[in-house]
């Protein structure tokens, strides 16, 4: 299976997930016991994973390469924080996903400058699109 395949189901397990986190919420169940219940069961599942699947070695890590994990774990807690949020807020759980989904612009910008990445003009019209259904969605 390739790249973008492997890529959609993840954005389809992501829009389930927000769903399901907006609809406990409206449950009245706390936005931290939330939090708390289902990313312990995710440490899990990827611990499991991780022994099961990839069967490796804990690797040594470097300096650097502790630095970028603790900028992972430190900006997925900020973001989980704010999505919990803005999901009980919002009058519609998909204006979120949509406000997400420019997260990808973001990581190409990124990639563009700090990997190298190259960027054509296919690419280029599905960002532009991606930012004017945000610019729209919180108008």
């Known amino acids: 299976m390739n790249w973008f395949w492997i890529a959609s189901i993840g954005a ?3 829009a389930i997930h927000q769903f399901s986190l907006a609809k406990l919420a409206r449950f ?3 936005i931290n016991l939330i939090n708390v219940i289902i990313y312990v069961g995710v440490a899990i599942l990827l611990g499991v994973y991780y ?3 990839k069967q490796g070695e804990i690797p040594q890590f470097k300096e650097k390469e502790i630095l ?3 900028i992972g774990t430190i900006s997925i807690f900020v973001a989980i924080i704010a999505i919990l949020e803005s999901l009980e807020k919002a009058a519609n759980p998909g204006y979120v996903g949509v406000i997400l989904s420019t997260s990808g612009i973001i990581l190409t910008i990124l990639s563009l400058i700090y990997l190298n990445s190259s960027i054509d003009l296919v690419k280029g019209l599905g960002i532009t699109f991606v930012l004017i ?3 729209c969605l919180s108008l």
Do not use: D, M, R
């Open 28 to 30: 009245g169940i706390p």
């Open 68 to 70: 970028w994990l603790a």
């Open 133 to 135: 259904g945000a610019i």
């Open 12 to 14: 389809f397990g992501i």
């Open 51 to 53: 022994y099961a699947f």
